[in-house]
């Protein structure tokens, strides 16, 4: 593996990881299910990130809830968070940044890696109706 596949790896875990934080912490301040079915989601995510990185025998960086290695991604969370329990719209507005950013690193990484393993699991991440959950924020 390249340092910028075990980067890439690394990054998406914890990426996919903010989602699901920002998205339980959304779902306990406003009561929507929607944030719950699309934290589940992204949990999903996740474990599928971290089976790569148990395959790879790399160190998994998540931490517990709402804490990050990656220190952007810390501040991301925090920004993140304290807009979305600004105001429901605020907080639906949180869900297409989510969204829309995990799109834009998925992409950047795979233009930068050859690991197949790694390409079909972001493939299939942005391939798939996993992105339905997106448009579930606009009828929450």
Do not use: C
């Amino acid at each position: 593996m390249t340092q910028t596949e075990i980067d890439a790896l690394r990054f998406m875990r914890e990426e996919e990881k903010l989602a699901r934080d920002v998205y339980l912490a959304l779902r306990e301040k406003w009561g929507l299910a929607v944030f719950s079915n699309i934290a589940e989601s992204e949990q999903q995510h996740m474990d599928k990130v971290l089976y790569l990185l148990g395959k790879y025998e790399l160190q998994d960086p998540a931490l517990g809830p709402g804490y990050f290695t990656d220190e952007v991604l810390q501040d991301l969370y925090n920004d993140l968070l304290a807009k979305g329990i600004l105001s429901l719209i605020d907080a639906l507005e949180v869900g297409v940044i989510i969204e829309m950013a995990d799109i834009e690193d998925i992409k950047y990484y795979i233009n930068l890696i050859d690991n197949k393993d790694i390409i079909q699991v972001f493939t299939n991440r942005i391939a798939t109706d996993d992105h339905a959950d997106i448009r579930g924020l606009g009828t929450a």
